[in-house]
Each structure stands twice: as structure tokens, then as C-alpha cells.
């Protein structure tokens, strides 16, 4: 059987794979629930609205999606901020919806994938209710408690993300909690074995329903320093990935509020919890300051911890091809055996699109960065609407609904402008709701809306799901090594190889034509269906802007 019929029968309509591997290079699309598809006409997406979208998403050759948070929340944070682990936030539907959503979904050879939020819960989740009440109850040490300094001020100078102390005064016990995000989510103590255990009952608890694997949100922010020492200050203000420039997190050395080396041995528990259901995964968040390659090459290490991680490099900054390739490389030398999951956009950075520079054509751009991002060596994630080409959203301060971005507004203007509606046809709402969006929905992406891209041979929507249906019949595009090798300026090059197979890939990653010699490359042969565009020549390959071509190498 070939190689290519061996993976059809692996990713088909009816079974999904046994292959306990298969999250291996797999393309995961990422939905944001509260922004995919409404069915009832609130305003705000929903279960069932997914479910309705699942043949488009099944359409696009992906393997997984993974579902934002769902769980019910009071949402002050959208669903990170989680009051019940065990329960549906009734504005998206119910557990039962959420049933028949796995079974259509693994009808059709899609796996789920779903948020697990496990660092902080919501103040209004009924452990937190029971901690904060006195310093004697059975929970008082389900979360991080701290007494005043002796002048009243905080523990220590740990910083909230989303602005100001990380610490909260509590009036009930007179003590201060610990927040790493907003106030209204206090941090559990990892270092309480309970805790441990009633996280990991969660994680069992949707498992049993089916769900194929999760990504965990903040992943090593589980555990704080128990001495609680303050965080040294930088002479210089760090450049983070992972917050803006006019956030004074930017300011402290994080050795002591996250990244602790407490998480490996809760990691090695969780694993152990997902091994008990067959061909489950996880992928980390891992926000670091710096380069996250150390933290990721320990997380995912063998097969005792997490399957995968991903950072924030490519979730950042102009895409280039030199930048690129130094960050792969880098990540990929640092986490040796480890496995990296890939993300040029997801809903909380810009849309890479409007992170290019104001010269280049983004609607050429777009589905040459979706095949960047799935062609190396990890696996990739897709964000809603990046198959479409969609750029970020100015959303005016007075329809923000981000505490993040208003909090700095206006200098970061937070994460609500890559979270609008998805618009799937022409209809004054983008046909995303029958009611008032609970975002505007971008005029612009109305203009190019999945319906009018669908009659579009050329549309970003067509090359990139030409390239994701011919990319998931080359196990070497999904498990092989990468060598990257020199190209001229602007372009990226590597070979992919597992098995006796080897593909070529190069991307021209500006607006000029480039010219490649292939002498180095003898007995190349281009695929031709792959949804992009070049010209062959004698010995050379000529490439448009934003076009590439993949190669089969002959291997010795």
C-alpha cells in the first residue's frame, strides 16, 4: 500500500486513527467559541454552531480542532476564568451538546481537542468561596495566601499580567491572594497534593466524554515559589513576547512566580492520567521571557510529561524568512527529542497578517504563511479565519470588551481584535449571527467571507486547503526531520525527510520574483498539486512573491 493511501485510510470519514502518534505533524484548527458560529441568534457563538461548521472544517484536510474555553464562567476573562470544571457555560450550550459535537466531529475523522485551565479558577468556583471564608476551613489552602508585610503592603513584588500587583487583599481572612491575571482569578497552590488531585479528577472528567486530548492554558505558571521571593528587577526593560511594551511585567526577572521545577513531577501525573485513555495528547502554553526552549525541551521530554508545547517566537513580530529560521532553529536545537507545536496566530496575539509590513500584498501573503507555519518540523495550529486571510480588527475603545486592552488601551489595544466574528457569507452580520454580535463583525472579512472565497479557485481559502489535503499524504511533511539549507534573501528553504521519502520546500517570503539554481538537487520532481504556483526551467526554479514549490528529492 503507498504511502499516500496508507494516510487516507488513517485520516477517512468514517474511523479515526489508533496510531497513538498521530499527533505528530498533525494540523490543529483552533475555534474561539465565542466568535465561530451562532445558532441561536445571541449574539455569541456556541456548541452547536461548531457543529454546524464541521464539514467546512473537515473540508480544510486539518486532523483536530481545539476549543477554546467553554466551561462554565462568569466570564470576566471569557472562559479562563473557569467556576465549574465539570459543566457547560450555559450561553454555549450543554454537556449533551457537547456530546453529540464529539461524536459527529469523530464521524468525521476530526479529533477534539479542548482548553483545560487549570493555574487560576474563577473567584465564584465553590472551592475558592470555601477558601477565602477563614485560615481553618478544609480548603484554606486550596489557593495561594500570603499575610500583609508588616507595613501592609503585599508579600512580595510579583506583577499581574493584565496590570498592577499580583496580589489581592482579601477582607474574610485578611490575607492576600495570588493573581496572576485578573483579580476575579485567583491562583490555586499547586503545592497542595488535593489540589493536584481535583485538577487531575477534571481532566479525567472530560476525557471520559470522549475528548481526544487538551491544550493547558499557562502551563507553567502551576507553581510559585513557596518562599515567595520577590522577582529581581532588569536594568534594562525586557523585551517580552508575551506582553506589550507598556506593561510593567516587562520590568521583573520571572524566576520565582512561574516556571517553577515543581510542575515536572505534576506534569509526570497528568500524563499518567491521559496515558489511561489510548491516542489522547496535550499541548503546553509556555509564556517565558526569553527563549522558552529550556522550559519546553523538559516539559515534553521522552514520554513522561506533555506530548507538546508551544511559546510565543512566531506569535510575535514580522514573519521574515531569516527570522524564522533562526527561531526553528533554535527551538528545535534546544528541545532535541522534545516536540514544538507551531502558531503564527490564535486569539490572544495579532493577526499575522497585519504584523507584515504595510508594503506586501497580505492577500498573496496569507496562505503562504499558513503553509510556512505547516510545513515544519512540530505541529501546527491554525487559527479561525487565518485559512481565509483575515487581518486584525480595529475594535474602538467604546466596543472593546477586553479587560486586558482596556486596562493599556491605547497603546495596546488588547485581544479583541483578532477574537471577531468568523464571516461565512455576505449578510450584513457575515451570516455569524441573526442577532447583534457580541463584536462587530469586520466589513472587510465579510468581503472575503468563506462563501465568496469558495467560488474563488485562487481565494487564500482554496490554496491553503489544496495544501493541507496534499501535505497530510506525506509522512515526511508530518514526522521528518528539517535541515534548513541556504537560499537567496527572502527565501526560506529545508528538507523534510522520514522514511525513505525527502521533500524540498521553499517559500518566497517577499514581493520580488526569485530565481532558485537546482544543480545542487539533481532529479528533483515538483509537485504539482499543492495549491501554490512556479515555474521550472532547465536547471533553476522561479518563484512569484508569496509563492512555493515542493519538491521530491531522490534519496540515497
Partial sequence: MSTAATLEQQTGTSVLSNDPDWWRGAVIYQIYPRSYADSNGD??????????????????????????????????????????????????????????????????????????????TSEQHVWFKESRQNKTNPKADWYVWADAMSDGNPPNNWLSIFGGSAWQWD???????????????????????????????????????GVDGFRLDTVNFYFHDKELRS???????????????????????????????????????????????????????????????????????????????????????????DYIRESVSNMLN??????????????????VGSRLSDTVDTASAAPLLVAVNASLRGSPCLYQGEELGFLESDVPFEKLQDPYGIEFWPEFKGRDG????????????????????????????????????????????????AFLNWRRQHLCMLKGTLEFIDMPNGVLGFIRQYEGEAILCMFNMTEQVKTILLSEFEGAEAFSNTGFSFKITEDQVTLEGWQAVFMRLQVN
Avoid at 187 to 206: G, I, K, P, T, Y
Avoid at 281 to 298: K, L, N
Avoid at 431 to 447: E, M, R, Y
Fill in 43 to 120: 449574539g455569541i457563538g456556541d456548541l452547536a454552531g461548531i457543529k454546524s461548521k464541521l464539514p467546512y472544517i473537515q473540508s480544510l484536510g486539518v486532523d483536530a480542532i481545539w476549543i477554546s474555553p467553554f466551561m462554565k464562567s462568569p466570564m470576566d476573562d471569557f472562559g479562563y476564568d473557569v467556576s465549574d470544571y465539570r459543566d457547560v457555560e450555559p450561553m454555549f450550550g450543554s454537556l449533551q451538546d457537547f456530546k453529540d459535537l464529539i461524536e459527529d466531529a469523530h464521524g468525521r475523522g476530526l479529533r477534539v481537542m479542548i482548553d483545560l485551565v487549570i493555574s487560576h
Fill in 171 to 209: 477582607t474574610r481572612r485578611c490575607q492576600y491572594y495570588l493573581h496572576n491575571f485578573l483579580r476575579s482569578q485567583p491562583d490555586l497552590n499547586f503545592h497542595n497534593e488535593e489540589v493536584q488531585e481535583a485538577v487531575l479528577d477534571a481532566a479525567r472528567f472530560w476525557l471520559e466524554l
Fill in 231 to 321: 522577582n529581581p528587577g532588569l536594568d534594562t526593560r525586557e523585551a517580552l513576547t508575551t506582553a506589550p511594551a507598556s506593561n510593567p511585567y516587562g520590568y521583573q526577572q520571572h524566576l520565582y512566580d512561574k516556571s517553577q521545577p515543581e510542575n515536572l513531577r505534576f506534569l509526570e501525573k497528568l500524563r499518567k492520567v491521559m496515558d489511561e485513555f489510548p491516542c489522547t495528547t496535550s499541548v503546553g502554553e509556555v509564556g517565558a521571557d526569553g527563549e522558552a526552549h529550556d522550559i519546553i525541551a523538559a516539559y515534553t521530554k521522552g514520554n513522561e510529561r506533555l506530548h507538546m508545547c508551544y511559546s510565543f517566537e512566531l506569535l510575535s513580530g514580522e514573519p521574515k524568512a
Fill in 334 to 351: 534546544g528541545i532535541e527529542s522534545g516536540w514544538a507545536s507551531w502558531a503564527m496566530s490564535n486569539h490572544d496575539v495579532v493577526r
Fill in 418 to 465: 483578532c477574537r471577531t466574528p468568523m464571516a461565512w457569507d455576505s449578510s450584513a452580520q457575515g451570516g455569524f449571527s441573526s442577532g447583534t454580535p457580541w463584536l462587530p463583525v469586520n466589513k472587510d472579512h465579510i468581503a472575503s467571507c468563506v462563501a465568496t472565497q469558495e467560488r474563488d479557485r485562487k481565494s487564500c481559502l482554496n490554496i491553503v486547503r
